[in-house]
Nanobody, 125 residues
Framework: QVQLVESGGGLVQAGGSLRLSCAAS????????MGWFRQAPGKEREFVTA????????YYADSVKGRFTISRDNAKKTMYLQMNSLKPEDTAVYYC??????????????????WGQGTQVTVSS
């Protein structure tokens, strides 16, 4: 069993930056991956980015490429999301997720077994 705890959300002006963290507890092995999803009011949960825990392969949604960077610290069992050049449309609750899945399945929320509680990111115009 893996537990995930996010932190780092908040309010920022458009063009600003935020860094989210997701700390994992429990045993991690094999083809474990972690990802970030977001959900705005009235919208479905949307894939943002994901990373392979073992080799660090990354996968980004087109909407965040070049602005967001995912990384992980294996020793701390922590994943990060550096968000730059934030836009009002990035406003959402951001969730971290983890699971044992193939790279091709990274954008699919149904493939993740573990979820954090979510952290609010609000970008003002």
């Amino acid at each position: 069993q893996v537990q995930l705890v996010e932190s780092g959300g908040g309010l920022v002006q458009a063009g600003g930056s935020l860094r989210l963290s997701c700390a994992a507890s429990g045993r991690i092995f094999g083809n474990y991956a972690m990802g970030w999803f977001r959900q705005a009011p009235g919208k479905e949960r949307e894939f943002v980015t994901a990373i392979s825990w073992s080799v660090g392969s990354t996968y980004y949604a087109d909407s965040v490429k070049g602005r967001f960077t995912i990384s992980r610290d294996n020793a701390k069992k922590t994943m990060y999301l550096q968000m730059n050049s934030l836009k009002p449309e990035d406003t959402a609750v951001y969730y971290c997720a983890g699971g044992y899945l193939y790279y091709r399945d990274y954008p699919k929320p149904s493939e993740y077994e573990y979820w954090g509680q979510g952290t609010q990111v609000t970008v003002s115009s």
